[in-house]
Nanobody, 130 residues
């Protein structure tokens, strides 16, 4: 089975940057060929899909809430997906999760649907505060 581990969260001031990593380990088909989605969940709110990247890396999708500030990339040789977060705002504070084993591409109607993904990382906390 494939396992995902997200890391890189922490405390950052508004306007700052963080880079999250999502590393896949183990064996199985739930990483190869599948898109990787980044989600976040703030206390009392639903899990929100924010970024998606296809297996090839050529197809990405970004939620309006982070468009222009967050960038997703992947290194399949290292089984790693990155989320570069710039110009962070207090409202970006949340637990961030990566997920796979769902859609194979990134489409507006599917990338942000948590129920479609079968493998989840444990989450990493991002706090944006002065």
């Amino acid at each position: 089975d494939v396992q995902l581990q997200a890391s890189g969260g922490g405390l950052v001031q508004p306007g700052g940057s963080l880079r999250l990593s999502c590393i896949a380990s183990g064996s199985g088909d739930a990483f190869d060929g599948y898109a990787i989605g980044w989600f976040r969940q703030a206390p009392g709110k639903e899990r929100e899909g924010i970024q998606c990247i296809s297996f090839s890396g050529q197809n990405t999708y970004s939620a309006d809430s982070v468009k222009g500030r967050f960038t997703i990339s992947r290194d399949n040789a290292e089984n790693t997906v990155y989320l570069q977060m710039n110009s962070l705002k207090p409202e970006d504070s949340a637990v961030y999760y990566c997920a796979t084993g769902g859609p194979k591409g990134c489409y507006s109607f599917s990338y942000g649907v948590p129920e479609l993904y079968t493998v989840w990382g444990q989450g990493t906390l991002v706090t944006v505060s002065s």
